[in-house]
Antibody
């Protein structure tokens, strides 16, 4: 069974940093692109970033480029999102999701709250 | 940049057919995917590449895509179909995933 479990969400002050993790199991992690998608309270889904199987390609939405870094450890079946210079508008549930052009499995998400 | 437009809400009577649209410039030339999200839960892929259902998704849920509109159709609507539905495409200009704003389906 495919499982994606996010962790690392927390309350952080504006300008602070946070590192999210996603533990994958039930499939060959190194064979898939992986993504982070977020959802602000009461809002729709917003794709944040993705990373290719071999880490050779990473893409970001404009609003986080230069502040967030996506990474992965294929030996450990883990996906990460390093978030720096956090803003109030980054407050959201962050989901880890598998796939390239469509996202076929999602985790339950982890809540990031940016507030003073 | 490419944009996807969905109605904020759609209502359907119990047992009737609901249609949720997703508009975009020549969206018929793209592959459209649909997600269902119930309150407090993660999104679930219900249609991929316009018309395909992942295993476990009932035949009552179908998709179509032509011209400037993609449509998710739910026949014999049930109370359990109440959810937010979001369309999604791969934006070739930015090489990134793009979601529509989402539609809240209410079953009356």
């Amino acid at each position: 069974e495919v499982q994606l479990v996010e962790s690392g969400g927390n309350l952080v002050q504006p300008g602070g940093s946070l590192r999210l993790s996603c533990a994958a199991s039930g499939f060959t992690f190194s064979n898939y692109w992986m993504n982070w998608v977020r959802q602000a309270p009461g809002k729709g889904l917003e794709w944040v970033a993705n990373i290719k199987q071999d880490v050779s390609d990473k893409t970001y939405v404009d609003s986080v480029r230069g502040r967030f870094i996506i990474s992965r450890d294929n030996a450990d079946n883990s996906l990460y999102l390093q978030m720096d210079s956090l803003r109030v508008e980054d407050t959201a549930v962050y989901y880890c999701a598998r796939g390239t052009t469509n996202l076929d499995y999602w985790g339950r998400g982890t809540l990031v709250t940016v507030s003073s | 940049s490419y944009e996807l437009t969905q109605p904020l809400s759609v209502s359907v009577a119990l047992g009737q057919t609901a249609r949720i649209t997703c508009g975009g410039d020549n969206i018929g030339g793209k592959n459209v995917h649909w997600y269902q999200q119930k309150p407090g839960q993660a999104p679930v892929l219900v249609i991929y590449r316009d018309t395909n259902r992942p295993s476990g998704i009932p035949e009552r849920i179908s998709g179509s895509n032509s011209g400037n509109t993609a449509t998710l159709t739910i026949t014999r609507a049930q109370a359990g179909d109440e959810a937010d539905y979001s369309c999604q495409v791969w934006d070739t200009s930015t090489e990134s995933v793009l979601f529509g704003g989402g539609t809240k389906l209410t079953v009356l």
